[in-house]
């Protein structure tokens, strides 16, 4: 009996150290900074899977870099804006064929063929470039999706045509990095892009998790506001992200694919929040491209798959209604209701 109590006794003991252990498990964080698409990366996973997660992350981003990269001759895109056709893997065709839908969608404003007016502003290769009216000309008759086919596995673009997917691309790898994170066991994570955050299920301790949004007109790191959110992705798009000055005027890098210059329909910063990354990426920069009135009008067809945070030239904010109770702002704001 003695032996038999000391036996329960520990393995009493045992059960409530592994008790604290497979908590303090769940609790670990394991986080990665990395350079990648051009921008600073930041993936954290938790749980005691999370170093296996965040390293498969790793892998899958540096390969989704390499064959959507404009310069990298191993690449898919290099390869088809050298040659006008190729052969494209499973993630590039879901790609384009979610930038057809938000072509479709949005009458254009989105456009993955404005590689030639990025190019030609210089802001593929750091060079520069106020055009002339008839270079404007030239690249814009070299733009248009419609023009861009996909058969089976096959992609073939326009005549002179050439695609940039960086208005899509990273919010297709936030979602990727997500299904990462799920097939190693994590149930919380985030992703940090540049300006695109990506979060996977609450913090460890249940609450949700609270993302800025920075002041387009504000010093680096000054925030127009917070949302937060669970199992989220959060994408902004603003002209303060890349641009140059040319005799005293400002010119940013998200180009009205309507008018070849960047855009100017009065926003000045725009953020999407979505279950869904690559839905997510390029609304962000065809709502910038419509302009406030069409931006809150395209919310309203489509609020079941976004809410927004607008930010016009006039500095006003507008936040749609799904957002009135996650979003905290020092600053005046009006909420946009559907109805």
Known sequence: MALLAIGM???????????ISEKAKK???????IFAMDTYMSLTAYGEHGEEAVKAAEEEIHHLDNIWSIVSKDGEV???NKKGTGKISKDTKTVLEYAKRLNEETE??????IYPLMDLWGFTTQKYHVPTKEELRQAMARVGQEYMTIEDDTLTLGEQQQMDLGGIAKGYTSSRIMEIFKEHGVTSGMVSLGGNVQVLGTKVNGDKWNVGIRNPKGNDGELIGAVSVADRTVITSGGYERYFEEDGKTYHHIIDPFTGY??????ISVTIISKDGTLADGLSTALFVMGTKQATEYWKEHHEEFEAVFVTDESKVY???????DFQSDYDIEIVRVN
């Not at 254009?108 to 063929?113: I, K, Q, S």
């Not at 749609?320 to 109770?325: R, S």
């Open 27 to 33: 609790e670990q964080a394991y986080s990665k900074d």
């Open 108 to 113: 254009g404003a989105f456009d993955v063929t």
């Open 9 to 19: 006794c520990i393995a009493l003991s045992s059960c409530k150290k592994a008790g």
């Open 319 to 325: 936040v749609t209604e799904g957002l009135k109770d």
């Open 78 to 80: 290099y390869n088809i």
């Open 262 to 267: 960047p855009a100017e329909n009065g926003l």
